[in-house]
C-alpha cells in the first residue's frame, strides 16, 4: 500500500508543476462557470427599464415616477436607437415610449392614455418586467380618476382645484391600506431557479473532472514508453499497484478540482449545495470513475497524442450527451435514454436530487451504485489491457 501512495504522491506533485494542466484543471473551469452562472442568472431584485419621454407634460413627469415606485429602475433616454440597441445587448430589461400628447390624453374627460413597451424576444424577466409596467399604470389610472371623480364632484375645471385633488389622491393612496395575499407554495423553488450557479458549478464539474481524468492516460502511455511498466512488472509490486497509484494520484487531483470548483460555487455564488455528505460522496465516486477511465484510455493507447485524440473528443461528446452542456429536461425522452448510457446523465441526475430535491446519500444511492460498478469495471479493464500489452 505504501508504493500505491508513493506512486500517487508522485504524480500529484508532477501534475500540479505543469502550468498548461494547471490552466485546464483550474482557470478554464471557473471562468465557464462564471460565464454560465452569469448567463443563465436568478432575477434580479429590480428590474432596469428604459423610458423615453416625448411628452414634457406633467402626467408623464407622475407616470414616470410611478414607474419608480413599482420596483423598476429607471434610465432616461432621448433615442430610439439607443433605447432599441441596449434593450437588445440586455444592458436594459425593456424599454417604455411615452409619445407626445400623452399628458393631454391622460387629462382628458376619457383619461386614454397609451405607452408603448419594447423588449426582446429572448428576455427571461418579460413577464415580471410587464407585470410590473401593468401595475404602475393601473395605479397611476386610478389617481386620475380620483381627481375627476374631486373635480365633476364640485363642479368645477379650476386648475388648482385639481391641483390640489391629485395631492389629496396621491396622499390617499400611498396611506390606503393593502389587502394582502398570504402565500402557500406546494413545492419548493428550485435553488437552480433561484441561483444559476447552481447549475454550472455542478455540470462543469462534471465536464472538467471527467476530461482531466481521460488525459491522464498520457501518464501510463510515458510510463510505457520508458519502460517503467515492464520494470513494475517484472517486480513484487506488479503493474496493479502502479496503475492504482497513478489513478490515486489523478483521483487526488480531480478532489481537488471539485473541491475548488464547490468552495467557489458556495463561497463566492452563494450557492446552497444541500446535504454536503452526498455532495462529498458523489465527488468522490466522480473523481475516482473519471481517474479509472483515463487508466483505461492510457493501457490503450500507443502515444500520448493518441490519448488526447481519443479523450477530448470523448469527453466533450460524453458531457453534451449526459446533460452537462444543457439539461436533459430540454430533449426528448428518447435522447434521454440514450444520454444514460454515459456516466454523465446519471452524475448530473445525482447533482440534481441533492442541490434542487434535498436528497442525502440514500436519496442517490442508484447513481452512486452505477457510478461505483463503471468505476470497478474501468478499473479492472485497465489492469486486463496492461497487462496483455506489457506482456507482449
Same mark, same amino acid.
Given at each position: 500500500?505504501?508504493?500505491?501512495?508513493?506512486?500517487?504522491?508522485?504524480?500529484?506533485?508532477?501534475?500540479?508543476?505543469?502550468?498548461?494542466?494547471?490552466?485546464?484543471?483550474?482557470?478554464?473551469?471557473?471562468?465557464?462557470?462564471? @460565464?454560465?452562472?452569469?448567463?443563465? %442568472?436568478?432575477? &434580479?431584485?429590480?428590474?432596469?427599464?428604459?423610458?423615453?419621454?416625448?411628452?414634457?407634460?406633467?402626467?408623464?413627469?407622475?407616470?414616470?415616477?410611478?414607474?419608480?415606485?413599482?420596483? @423598476?429602475?429607471?434610465?432616461?433616454?432621448?433615442?430610439?436607437?439607443?433605447?432599441?440597441?441596449?434593450?437588445? @445587448?440586455?444592458?436594459?430589461?425593456?424599454?417604455?415610449?411615452?409619445?407626445?400628447?400623452?399628458?393631454?390624453?391622460?387629462?382628458?374627460?376619457?383619461?386614454?392614455?397609451?405607452?408603448?413597451?419594447?423588449?426582446?424576444?429572448?428576455?427571461?424577466?418579460?413577464?415580471?418586467?410587464?407585470?410590473?409596467?401593468?401595475?404602475?399604470?393601473?395605479?397611476?389610472?386610478?389617481?386620475?380618476?380620483?381627481?375627476?371623480?374631486?373635480?365633476?364632484?364640485? %363642479?368645477?375645471?379650476?386648475?388648482?382645484?385639481?391641483?390640489?385633488?391629485?395631492?389629496?389622491?396621491?396622499? /390617499?393612496?400611498?396611506?390606503?391600506?393593502?389587502?394582502?395575499?398570504?402565500?402557500?407554495?406546494?413545492?419548493?423553488?428550485?435553488?437552480?431557479?433561484?441561483?444559476?450557479?447552481?447549475?454550472?458549478?455542478?455540470?462543469?464539474?462534471?465536464?472538467?473532472?471527467?476530461?482531466?481524468?481521460?488525459?491522464?492516460?498520457?501518464?501510463?502511455?510515458?510510463?510505457?514508453?520508458?519502460?517503467?511498466?515492464?520494470?513494475?512488472?517484472?517486480? &513484487?509490486?506488479?503493474?496493479?499497484?502502479?496503475?492504482?497509484?497513478?489513478?490515486?494520484?489523478?483521483?487526488?487531483?480531480?478532489?481537488?478540482?471539485?473541491?475548488?470548483?464547490?468552495?467557489?460555487?458556495?463561497?463566492?455564488?452563494?450557492?446552497?449545495?444541500?446535504?454536503?455528505?452526498?455532495?462529498?460522496?458523489?465527488? /468522490?465516486?466522480?473523481?475516482?470513475?473519471?481517474?479509472?477511465?483515463?487508466?483505461?484510455?492510457?493501457?490503450?493507447?500507443?502515444?500520448?497524442?493518441?490519448?488526447?485524440?481519443?479523450? /477530448?473528443?470523448?469527453?466533450?461528446?460524453?458531457?453534451?450527451?449526459?446533460?452537462?452542456?444543457?439539461?436533459?429536461?430540454?430533449?426528448?425522452?428518447?435522447?434521454?435514454?440514450?444520454?444514460?448510457?454515459? &456516466?454523465?446523465?446519471?452524475?448530473?441526475?445525482?447533482?440534481?436530487?441533492?442541490?434542487?430535491?434535498?436528497?442525502?446519500?440514500?436519496?442517490?444511492?442508484?447513481?452512486?451504485?452505477?457510478?461505483?460498478?463503471?468505476?470497478?469495471?474501468?478499473?479492472?479493464?485497465?489492469?486486463?489491457?496492461?497487462?496483455?500489452? @506489457?506482456?507482449?
Amino acid at each position: 500500500m505504501s508504493n500505491v501512495l508513493t506512486i500517487g504522491w508522485f504524480e500529484t506533485k508532477r501534475y500540479l508543476g505543469d502550468k498548461v494542466a494547471l490552466f485546464t484543471t483550474v482557470v478554464m473551469p471557473v471562468l465557464l462557470v462564471v @460565464l454560465i452562472g452569469l448567463s443563465f %442568472g436568478s432575477t &434580479p431584485d429590480r428590474l432596469s427599464i428604459g423610458v423615453l419621454t416625448e411628452d414634457p407634460g406633467p402626467a408623464a413627469s407622475e407616470f414616470t415616477q410611478q414607474l419608480e415606485s413599482a420596483n @423598476l429602475d429607471v434610465i432616461d433616454y432621448t433615442s430610439q436607437d439607443d433605447l432599441a440597441r441596449d434593450i437588445r @445587448l440586455g444592458f436594459i430589461t425593456a424599454g417604455l415610449t411615452v409619445p407626445a400628447g400623452f399628458s393631454a390624453a391622460a387629462d382628458s374627460p376619457d383619461g386614454q392614455a397609451t405607452v408603448t413597451m419594447s423588449i426582446d424576444q429572448t428576455s427571461a424577466n418579460g413577464g415580471a418586467i410587464a407585470s410590473a409596467i401593468q401595475s404602475a399604470a393601473a395605479q397611476f389610472a386610478e389617481q386620475r380618476n380620483a381627481v375627476r371623480v374631486a373635480t365633476n364632484a364640485l %363642479g368645477t375645471s379650476d386648475p388648482a382645484v385639481a391641483d390640489a385633488a391629485n395631492t389629496s389622491a396621491q396622499q /390617499v393612496i400611498a396611506s390606503t391600506g393593502e389587502t394582502t395575499v398570504d402565500e402557500t407554495t406546494l413545492g419548493a423553488l428550485n435553488e437552480s431557479d433561484r441561483n444559476g450557479f447552481a447549475s454550472a458549478v455542478p455540470t462543469q464539474l462534471t465536464l472538467f473532472v471527467f476530461l482531466n481524468g481521460l488525459l491522464a492516460g498520457m501518464t501510463l502511455v510515458e510510463s510505457r514508453r520508458l519502460g517503467v511498466s515492464k520494470r513494475m512488472l517484472a517486480t &513484487p509490486t506488479g503493474i496493479g499497484p502502479h496503475i492504482l497509484g497513478i489513478g490515486l494520484g489523478r483521483w487526488w487531483l480531480g478532489g481537488i478540482q471539485a473541491a475548488l470548483l464547490l468552495a467557489i460555487g458556495a463561497l463566492l455564488f452563494g450557492v446552497d449545495f444541500g446535504n454536503w455528505g452526498a455532495v462529498a460522496v458523489l465527488a /468522490v465516486v466522480w473523481t475516482a470513475l473519471a481517474a479509472a477511465v483515463g487508466m483505461l484510455i492510457g493501457s490503450l493507447a500507443r502515444t500520448a497524442d493518441q490519448v488526447v485524440a481519443i479523450s /477530448v473528443p470523448l469527453g466533450i461528446g460524453m458531457g453534451m450527451l449526459g446533460g452537462s452542456m444543457w439539461p436533459l429536461s430540454v430533449v426528448p425522452p428518447f435522447m434521454r435514454a440514450i444520454a444514460h448510457a454515459t &456516466p454523465h446523465a446519471w452524475a448530473n441526475d445525482a447533482w440534481i436530487a441533492i442541490i434542487d430535491g434535498g436528497a442525502g446519500v440514500g436519496g442517490i444511492a442508484t447513481e452512486l451504485l452505477v457510478l461505483s460498478a463503471v468505476t470497478v469495471a474501468m478499473a479492472s479493464l485497465a489492469v486486463f489491457f496492461l497487462r496483455r500489452t @506489457l506482456s507482449k
